[in-house]
Every structure is written in C-alpha cells, then in structure tokens.
C-alpha cells in the first residue's frame, strides 16, 4: 500500500490520504532561533520504571518494541501535557548508509535516525485506535541519534532485531541526560498521518554507533515470501510546512 519508494512514497501519500497536505503535518524542520521560549512549560515526566514490553516486530516500515499498556504503569507528563499519556510502543527512523534518517531536522540538518516513543492519553480515550485520530490523543517523545561511540542499551534492540519475542526493556535508557524540548502540534508522520499528535522533540541526541545504525539496515521492508529483498533505510518522511504553527520551548 504505502511504503518509501519512488512509486509509493511521500511525495504520493496524498492520493490515499488526503489530510498529508493538512495544516498540522509532521516531521517540520526545527529553528532553534524561532522557537518561542514559554515559560508556562513545565520540564517533563517520565516515569518508565514499571513498563513491560511484549514484542519487537518488524512492521514493513521499521522495527517496533510494542508495551503492556493496560494501566497507568508507563507514562509521561508535564511539559505541554495536560493529562498522562501512556508509552505504547517505539520504533526507529533511519537513512541509509552514512546519510541522513531523522524525520525532524534542525535548521536545516538531519540526524543519522530518530526514536520515537509513542504515548497515548487513556485519560481521555478508550483505546489507542480512538486518541490516535484526536487531536489531542497523542504525544509521540522524539529523540535525534547521532553516530559515535556505542550505545551501550541499544544493543539489547540491535542483538535482537532477528527474534520476535523479547523482554524487560526499560525504554528508560534510549534518554539522553538532560531533556530540555521543543514542542508543537503535529501529525502521525506515516499515514494515515492523523493531526492527532503533541510533539516533545528532545534537544539532545544520544549517540549510537554507525554498526549500531547498520544493524537497523540487516531489516527488510519485504516478507520472506517476496522474490525481491528490499532493505529497510530511508523510512522517513521529509519535513512538512509549518502553516503558522508556533514551535514552543
Ligand atoms: N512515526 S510516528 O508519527 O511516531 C507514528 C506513531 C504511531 C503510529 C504511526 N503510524 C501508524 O501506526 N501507521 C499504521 C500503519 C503502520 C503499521 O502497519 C506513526
Ligand atoms: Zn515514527
């Protein structure tokens, strides 16, 4: 259906999903000099001490470690939050070999991928299929990776990307240590690119290894029953018009 290719790519999700060119779309290029400092943002919350992950899988357009998201033992606040969202599961953006892969980039610059951890708000919503298309249901915590030294977590997602059933991750790790953070109001940036997204893009990236990043690579976009073997990279969607939204910090 949708994919990154020329044929199905961004530059077409309009076709099947007209809400691509809407006035809330994500990722955007970020300028640090007109972002708007707000001092009615508070830092934000991130309690993952108690969050049990089921699986990673392989979804056709990147890797996913899904949680138990039946109570409110996983969650972030605070910041531009009014209510706890609750982590559902986060997966990985990336490029191919040594170019860039962040969706967000920085006046200008991508980064070599970008996790996001995606967090839904059970105060106000049944299930994650109903926040995911309101425009308040969501709130996805982007984090830039930049290559470098090994990640030393990351490796219990890169050792593992051939197994299906993995456990006890505390997503906790993937944190770079200070969590200062841009925010505005966005969209899925895959489709069905539902406006149903408050972004918390993290200033500082943590660094992972370029062997780290290659791992990411050994995935496939096809099933085993394909003829053709297309590796997984460049599964990211360009930045989008900012249509006069704010970028908050
Ligand atoms: N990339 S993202 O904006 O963080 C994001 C977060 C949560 C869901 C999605 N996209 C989807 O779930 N798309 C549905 C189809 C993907 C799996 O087949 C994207
Ligand atoms: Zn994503």
Request: charged letters at 25%; glycine letters at 8%.
């Amino acid at each position: 259906r949708w994919g990154y290719g020329k044929e199905d790519g961004p530059s077409v999700w309009y076709k099947n999903y007209p809400v691509a060119e809407g006035s809330r779309q994500s990722p955007i290029d970020i300028v640090p000099n007109e972002a708007s400092r707000d001092r009615s943002l508070d830092p934000i919350i991130i309690n993952y001490d108690q969050c049990t992950s089921i699986n990673i899988s392989n979804n056709g357009h990147s890797v996913v470690v899904e949680f138990n998201d039946s109570d409110d033992r996983s969650v972030i606040k605070g910041g531009p939050l009014d209510n706890p969202y609750r982590l559902k599961q986060f997966h990985f953006h990336w490029g191919g070999k040594g170019c860039e892969g962040s969706e967000h980039t920085v006046s200008g610059t991508g980064f070599a991928s970008e996790l996001h951890l995606v967090h839904w708000n059970a105060v106000k919503y049944k299930t994650f299929g109903e926040a995911s298309t309101a425009p308040d249901g969501l709130a996805v915590l982007g984090i830039f990776l930049e290559t470098g030294d090994d990640h030393r977590w990351l490796h219990m997602i890169t050792d593992v990307l051939y197994m299906v059933k993995y456990k006890g991750f505390n997503p906790k790790c993937l944190l770079p240590s200070r969590l200062h953070y841009w925010t505005y109001l966005g969209s899925l940036t895959t489709p069905p690119l539902h406006e149903s997204v408050i972004w918390i893009v993290l200033k500082e990236p943590i660094e992972v290894s370029e062997k780290q990043l290659g791992m990411f690579r050994m995935l496939l976009f096809t099933g085993e029953e394909d003829d053709q073997r297309l590796r997984m990279e460049n599964n990211f969607r360009p930045p989008q018009p900012l249509k006069g939204r704010i970028v908050r910090e």
